[in-house]
T-cell receptor, first 112, second 116 residues
Framework: DAGVTQSPTHLIKTRGQQVTLRCSPKSGHDTVSWYQQALGQGPQFIFQYYEEEERQRGNFPDRFSGHQFPNYSSELNVNALLLGDSALYLC???????????FGQGTRLTVV | AQSVTQLDSQVPVFEEAPVELRCNYSSSVSVYLFWYVQYPNQGLQLLLKYLSGSTLVESINGFEAEFNKSQTSFHLRKPSVHISDTAEYFCAVSAARGSSASKIIFGSGTRLSIRP
């Protein structure tokens, strides 16, 4: 079992650009959540996808959007990048009816 | 809504000494509680969790945490630490909703540094 895999591992973008991050959940998991972890802080919940729909959303602007595919994989899109969007983006997968979430290694996004 | 407070941003200890990382939470509903560990340049790994039942939970590598409802605390302890325990530790909480996965709210983290 490969666990939760995220791509790419590192990314550098320019202010104003758009970025797409990808996540493949652990085998058998149907729910994907995304978190933003700024340097020196704890992860902050962005949103959760289940059955290809956004089920819960944290306090993030509409520039942050996502998608879940029929195979349960997910994408996180961020438009009009700001310097403050620089962070480690973590994907977590779980079963909708279970409490334990498994995290990927993250994508380190740097906005310059 | 839930919130988590980790009272110490950094905890330096000597190898083989005991350690306690403090965590307090706030919630208007029943919660599940977690400790995650993050090694340098890696993602989060679940260390232990409290869902229900016994208030004392243990991990496979010697950590334990005790759920104290009256004090709304979930402190993490280890009687003897090793160099390999050097990492960032995050306390986290989620609403105990039995039928669906809840978002996880994390504390700001405690950096545990072990000195030889």
């Amino acid at each position: 079992d490969a666990g939760v895999t995220q791509s790419p591992t590192h990314l550098i973008k320019t202010r104003g650009q758009q970025v797409t991050l990808r996540c493949s959940p652990k085998s058998g998991h149907d729910t994907v959540s995304w978190y933003q972890q700024a340097l020196g802080q704890g992860p902050q919940f962005i949103f959760q996808y289940y059955e290809e729909e956004e089920r819960q959303r944290g306090n993030f602007p509409d520039r942050f959007s996502g998608h879940q595919f029929p195979n349960y994989s997910s994408e996180l899109n961020v438009n009009a990048l700001l310097l403050g969007d620089s962070a480690l983006y973590l994907c977590a997968s779980s079963l909708q009816k279970h409490t334990e979430a498994f995290f990927g290694q993250g994508t380190r996004l740097t906005v310059v | 809504a839930q919130s988590v407070t980790q009272l110490d941003s950094q905890v330096p200890v000597f190898e083989e000494a005991p350690v306690e990382l403090r965590c307090n939470y706030s919630s208007s509903v029943s919660v599940y509680l977690f400790w995650y560990v993050q090694y340098p340049n890696q993602g989060l790994q679940l260390l232990l969790k409290y869902l229900s039942g016994s208030t004392l939970v243990e991990s496979i590598n010697g950590f334990e945490a005790e759920f104290n409802k009256s004090q709304t605390s979930f402190h993490l302890r280890k009687p003897s630490v090793h160099i390999s325990d050097t990492a960032e530790y995050f306390c986290a909480v989620s609403a105990a909703r039995g039928s669906s996965a809840s978002k996880i709210i994390f504390g700001s983290g405690t950096r545990l540094s072990i000195r030889p």
